[in-house]
C-alpha cells in the first residue's frame, strides 16, 4: 500500500511536468524531474505516509510502522519509539510498542484542521533512539460526509417587486458544508411553485422568475429550498424562502471588487482597520440605502473581525495569532433598503511577527552518568521548536557554561547532547547544563533550558594513607590490648566505592604470624597490642597494614607500620663477681703494704636493660672500716683510701650495692671478705670465715692446691720461655687475646646495647715470676680509671702465700667479659718474665 502511494505520487509529479511542457515551462522540466528524484529519495529513506479517515474512534489502527520501517517489535520498544508532535497540544496518534501499530488517540477533524482545503495533511515526527533516527510521518485526512449542508438563515427574506420582468433572477446566499468533494454540497431543489424556478450555475445560485408576480393576488409566499450533499449517507439542509411582493426595487447593490484583500500583521491592536468594502446601489431612497454585515462567517472569525453595517470598515476586535490561522476568507453581504442583496469575498492574509520565543523540549536524558563514560558518547536529546515561520522560526541553540558537554545538530530541530571529555565524580558530581536557544527574528527572541545530570560513581580510586609510613612507640610490658598508633586512609569514592577496610598483610614476626603480635580495627584502622612485649627479646618489628575499599572490583593500598618497643627498668643489675653466697668461698687477699689507692678488687655486674637503666653504679652499704676502702662509683673497683696499718683489722666485710639508673631504681647487693695479710698462716681464725669447710677438708685442698700450684708455675716457666723465644720473630703472636668471663656469670638474656654496657674498663696484668726467689710479682699496669694502682707498686707475696687456698681468689677479678650481645670489652693480657724488673 505504501508503495502504491509512492508510485502514484512519482506519477502525479510527472503528469505535471508533461502538463506544464505543453504549456511552454520547458526550462522548468529538468528542475522538476530532480525534485521528483530528491522527494522520491527521501521517501524510500524516511518519510511515511499514511490515509487516515476524520471521526475515526479512538485506537483505530492507522498502519504498522514497524512493519514499514523493517523493524522487529522488540528494536521497536528498545529504541523507545514515539510520535512527536512538536509543540502543540494535540496528539493525534500514538504507537502501540506491542503490535507496531500507529493508533488513532483522539478525535480527527479534518474540518477544524484544514477547513476548505482539498489536501489535509498532518505531519509529525517518528523519533527512535540509540542511535538517533528521525522518520516523517504525513498523515492524509480524508473527508467523511458528518456535516450537513448549512444555510447561514432559517428563513430568507425577498422583497421583490411585481414589475419584476420575467427570468429576472434573484440572487440566493447558498448553502455551506464543511465537508470537501463529493461530500460538499452537490445540488439544489426548489419547491414547485407557480412563480420561480432555480437556477444553479458555478455553486451561484438564483431564483429566476419564471411567471410575473401579481402583488393583487399574492403579497407573499413561502419557497422551501433544500440543498443535498453527494456523501453516502446523503445530508441536506432547507431554508425557507419568504418572498414579498413590492412595488419596483429593480437594482441590488453593486460592489466595488468581486475579492478584497488585504495583509495584517498577527498581533494587531484592537480597533485596527483591515479593510473598507463598498457597494453601490443606483435606486434612490429607501431603495438606494445599503448596509453591511458578514456572511457565512465562523463564529471564531466573528470573535476577531467586525464589519461597520454602515461604512463597510473592517476592523480588529481579537486576537490575531499567525501560528493558530494564517489567512482569513470570509464573505461580506450588501443589502438594500428592500432586500436586494449581493455578495464579495475578503481574504485577509496574516503577516508572522517574531512573538514566539523558541521552546527546548527535553526528549531523552540519561542521568546518573558513568563517570567512566566514554567522550563522544550520547547522553540526552534535544528538541527546539519555534512557533514562527521563515527566520523567525530558525532556532540556534548553544550551552553557555564551561562544562563538558556540547550540542550536536542532528535532525531537523533536534539536538544530540553528547560529552567531550572524561568526567570524574571526585572533582564534579553534579552539572547544571543550561541550553539557551535564540531564533533569527527582529528582534531575536530566546528562551533557556536547565539541565541536571548527576555522574554516576565507579571505584575508581583507590584509597590513600594519609602519611608513607607510620611509627609506633611502646613501652615493654604493656597490656595486652592496648592501642599502638592509628592509620587513616580516605577514598574519594561515593558510598561503598568510599568504604574503607583494614586489614592486616600475611607476615612473620620472629617466626611467628603478625597477628599474634598486633591487631588491626578493619572500621577505624586502629592497632592493638595482643601481647605483653619484653625489650630484651624483640625490640622493633614491622606491620604492613592493607587498607581495602568495598567497589566491585576492590581497590587496595599498603603502608607499613614500623613499631618500636621502649626499654623499661624491670631487671635489677646482675653480679657476676663476686659469685653469690653459698656457690663458693670469695676471699681477697690485701698485702699489708698496700699504700692509699692501689687497687684491691673489683665488682663486676650487668643489667640485662639498656640506656640508662643499665647504667650501674656501686657503692659501700657497710663495712668494718668505713675509712680503710672506697669502690668507683662507675667502675665497681674497691682501692685502698690510705696506706695499711698495723692497727688495722687482719678481716675487713664489704657489703656493695649495685644500682641502676632506672626509675625507679633496682639495685643488688654483695659481700666482700678482705684479709690483711701477706700469708695466708698468720690467720689463725681462717676456719671461722670458710663457707662451711671443715678443718680436715682445707688441709686436704691447701695440699692439693700447692702441689698443683707448683707443677703449673714449673709448666708455665717453661711455656713462658718458648713463648718469649716466638716473640722475638712473631711479636703479639700469643697472649694478647681477650681473656672472657665464663658464660657461668653472665644471664641469659643479657646484651649490652648501644654502648652503655656495663663492663666499661679494661685491664691489662702483666705477671712477674722469678726462678731464684720464691716471691711473684703481679703489677697492675694499665686501667682506664684515674684512681688505679700505680704501674710501679707491686704486691709482693711470700713464696708461703702459694701454699694458701686464696691465691685461686685472684683469678675472677683479672677475668673479662666478651659477650656476642656487647660492644664493650675487658681485655687481660699476661706476661710472664724470668727475671723481676
Known amino acids: 500500500m505504501l508503495l502504491m502511494r509512492k508510485l502514484k505520487f512519482r506519477w502525479d509529479i510527472f503528469d505535471l511536468s508533461l502538463e506544464m511542457k505543453n504549456k511552454g515551462f520547458t526550462g522548468l522540466r529538468p528542475i522538476l524531474l530532480f525534485t521528483v528524484l530528491i522527494a522520491t529519495l527521501d521517501l524510500v529513506h524516511g518519510d511515511l505516509s499514511y490515509s487516515v479517515q476524520e471521526e475515526m474512534k479512538r485506537d483505530s489502527v492507522i498502519g504498522n510502522v514497524a512493519k514499514d520501517l523493517g523493524l522487529d517489535l522488540r528494536a521497536l520498544s528498545n529504541r523507545k519509539a514515539r510520535v512527536d508532535f512538536g509543540g502543540t497540544r494535540k496528539r493525534y496518534c500514538e504507537i502501540n510498542l506491542s503490535t507496531g501499530d500507529l493508533i488513532t488517540s483522539e478525535r480527527i477533524d479534518r474540518e477544524n484542521l484544514c477547513g476548505k482545503r482539498a489536501s489535509c495533511v498532518v505531519k509529525v515526527d517518528l523519533v527512535l533512539e540509540n542511535p538517533l533516527e528521525l522518520h516523517r510521518v504525513s498523515l492524509h485526512i480524508q473527508d467523511v460526509n458528518d456535516n450537513s449542508p448549512q444555510f447561514n438563515e432559517k428563513i430568507f427574506e425577498m422583497e421583490i417587486r411585481e414589475s419584476a420582468e420575467k427570468d429576472t433572477r434573484f440572487s440566493i446566499e447558498e448553502a455551506n458544508d464543511a465537508d470537501i468533494g463529493q461530500n460538499a ?135 490575531i495569532d499567525f501560528e493558530e490561522k494564517r489567512s482569513f476568507e470570509m464573505r461580506v453581504k450588501a443589502k438594500d433598503g428592500l432586500g436586494l442583496t449581493s455578495y464579495a469575498n475578503i481574504i485577509i492574509d496574516v503577516i508572522d511577527k517574531n512573538d514566539n520565543a523558541p521552546q527546548v523540549y527535553v526528549k531523552s536524558l540519561i542521568s546518573p552518568i558513568p563517570e567512566n563514560i566514554s567522550p563522544g558518547s550520547e547522553v540526552g536529546i534535544i528538541n527546539v521548536q519555534d512557533g514562527d515561520s521563515l527566520k523567525n522560526g530558525q532556532v540556534r541553540c548553544s550551552i553557555q557554561q564551561n562544562v563538558p558537554f556540547k550540542l550536536v545538530p542532528s535532525i531537523k530541530n533536534y539536538y544530540s547532547l553528547v560529552t567531550t571529555g572524561q568526567l570524574d565524580r571526585e572533582l564534579v558530581s553534579d552539572y547544571n547544563i543550561t541550553i539557551s536557544a535564540t531564533d533569527e527574528g527582529s528582534p531575536p527572541l530566546s528562551s533557556s533550558k536547565t539541565l541536571h545530570l548527576s555522574v ?113 627498668n624491670d631487671n635489677s643489675p646482675q653480679i657476676l663477681y663476686p659469685a653469690p653466697e653459698g656457690n663458693s668461698f670469695m676471699t681477697e687477699l690485701v698485702p699489708k703494704a698496700a699504700h692509699g689507692g692501689s687497687l684491691v678488687s673489683k665488682v663486676i655486674a650487668v643489667d640485662a636493660d639498656s640506656g640508662q637503666n643499665a647504667w650501674l653504679s656501686y657503692h659501700i652499704v657497710k663495712s668494718s672500716d668505713p675509712g680503710l676502702f672506697s669502690i668507683g662509683v662507675h667502675s665497681g673497683e674497691i682501692r685502698t683510701q690510705r696506706d695499711i696499718s698495723e692497727s688495722d683489722s687482719m678481716k675487713q666485710n664489704l657489703i656493695v650495692a649495685v644500682k641502676d639508673n632506672g626509675q625507679p631504681s633496682l639495685s643488688a647487693t654483695c659481700s666482700m671478705y678482705l684479709l690483711i695479710s701477706d700469708n695466708l698462716a698468720e690467720v689463725p681464725e681462717l676456719k671461722d670465715i670458710s663457707y ?74 702483666d705477671a712477674y715470676l722469678t726462678t731464684g726467689s720464691r716471691t711473684s710479682d703481679f703489677k ?58
Open 185 to 319: 454540497v452537490q445540488r439544489y431543489i426548489l419547491q414547485k411553485n407557480d412563480n420561480f424556478i432555480l437556477s444553479v450555475d458555478n455553486k451561484k445560485v438564483e431564483l429566476v422568475l419564471e411567471n410575473r408576480l401579481d402583488r393583487e393576488k399574492q403579497k407573499e409566499m413561502n419557497l422551501l429550498l433544500t440543498a443535498l450533499d453527494g456523501g453516502s449517507p446523503q445530508r441536506s439542509g432547507t431554508v425557507v424562502i419568504h418572498v414579498t411582493v413590492l412595488d419596483a426595487n429593480d437594482n441590488a447593490p453593486v460592489f466595488s471588487q468581486a475579492v478584497y484583500k488585504a495583509s495584517l500583521p498577527e498581533n494587531s491592536p484592537l480597533d485596527t482597520v483591515v479593510m473598507q468594502v463598498s457597494a453601490t446601489d443606483a435606486d434612490e431612497g429607501v431603495n438606494g440605502e445599503v448596509t453591511y454585515q458578514f456572511s457565512h462567517v465562523s463564529d471564531d472569525d466573528m470573535n476577531i473581525f467586525s464589519i461597520d453595517p454602515k461604512t463597510g470598515e473592517i476592523r480588529v476586535s481579537g486576537l
Open 456 to 568: 554516576a560513581d565507579i571505584n575508581d580510586n583507590p584509597p590513600v594513607f594519609e602519611e608513607e609510613s607510620y611509627s609506633a612507640y611502646v613501652s615493654e610490658n604493656n597490656r595486652a590490648g592496648s592501642t599502638l598508633c592509628s592509620v587513616s586512609a580516605g577514598d574519594p569514592d561515593w558510598r561503598q566505592n568510599g568504604t574503607v577496610i583494614y586489614s592486616l598483610l600475611a607476615a612473620e614476626v620472629n617466626g611467628a604470624p603478625v597477628s599474634s603480635y598486633v591487631s588491626v580495627n578493619g572500621d577505624t584502622g586502629l592497632i592493638h597490642a595482643v601481647r605483653s612485649f619484653d625489650y630484651e627479646q624483640l625490640r622493633s618489628f614491622k606491620v604492613h597494614v592493607m587498607a581495602r575499599d568495598n567497589g566491585s572490583p576492590p581497590l587496595s593500598s599498603n603502608v607499613t607500620v614500623s613499631v618500636f618497643i621502649s626499654d623499661v
Open 692 to 765: 662451711d669447710e671443715k678443718n680436715s677438708k682445707l688441709t686436704s685442698y691447701l695440699i692439693i692446691a700447692l702441689v698443683s700450684v707448683s707443677t703449673f708455675f714449673l709448666t708455665f716457666i717453661i711455656i713462658i720461655l718458648g713463648v718469649r723465644f716466638c716473640r722475638r720473630r712473631k711479636p703479639r703472636m700469643l697472649f694478647d687475646g681477650a681473656v672472657t668471663i665464663p658464660g657461668a656469670y653472665l644471664p641469659p638474656n643479657y646484651a649490652d646495647v648501644d654502648g652503655t654496657g656495663t663492663l666499661r674498663s679494661a685491664y691489662n696484668y
Open 780 to 837: 697492675f699496669v694499665t686501667s682506664y680509671n684515674d684512681n688505679t694502682l700505680p704501674a710501679e707498686q707491686t704486691l709482693r707475696k711470700s713464696s708461703t702465700d702459694f701454699d694458701e687456698p686464696f691465691e685461686d681468689f685472684h683469678t675472677p677479678a683479672e677475668t673479662q667479659t666478651d659477650s656476642h650481645h656487647s660492644t664493650h670489652r675487658c681485655r687481660t693480657t699476661a706476661t710472664l718474665s724470668s727475671g723481676k724488673r
